[in-house]
């Protein structure tokens, strides 16, 4: 009913004719008034999703009567009631205003469905669907997901090159460890020279200033030509006649007094 005017009000019948039976119905009053309506919402078509929750503004112009929420062939709640048909309704009634809210709180599908604001002998329709939620994933989201992807990742990395880096520093100073051991190990020599016409001892002119630090002998054997030995000692020529370019040389651990 489109347009309507102050004559429009009244009651109407609403009936279904049965064949071959009487006819079966009920009344329903309409009121049309000028400016301001007695009972209003400010939507009538409502929607929500699974587990959310939807607000219905109901206003009245008389502070007369009960205000109520009723769901259609269904029990109401009052102000005070808090639950409707075993769900969780909250109204909250502002009389300053002419205004009392419904909230529905934990939305099922199955709450999708008419329902009334009353006030007094007042009432007006609102429908409420009620949509399944979906797992939808806004771009907002999906960038949180990304950038916390891309840190755990970086962290990995580091993580790694830091264990590898760790490993090489180690490998590296035990590798310099050995090589100074194997350097240092005999710092300083004291040399002995000996062939057969005598013994000399002493160190190297470029060690001479150095205090030895080791108890080790370097000794060098050097067979001369067999025509040299015969003509100072022909008495102790060798059976066999050595080479005139072999060297023999032996290390040997000498203890050394260090008592001044």
Known sequence: MNNLTTGDSGYYWCSVEISRGSAVGT???????????????????VTGVEGDSVTVQCRYTYDYGQRLWCKAGGSCAAVNSGSL????VLIRDDRVNGVFSVTMRGLERKDTGWYWCTADIWQIPVHITVSQRTTTTTSTELFLYVGLGLLVLLLVIIIITWKVWDKHKKKRAMNQNAGSTELTLNPDHEYAVIDRTGITKGDPAEQASVEPGADVTYSSILLPDPQQVSSRCSSHRPAVTPASDVIYS???????DHTP
């Open 27 to 45: 009344r329903v009053y309409l009121s049309v008034t000028e400016g301001s309506p007695r009972l209003s919402v400010d939507k009538q078509e």
């Open 85 to 88: 048909d075993g769900r969780p």
């Open 250 to 256: 032996s290390v040997a651990l000498k203890h050394r």
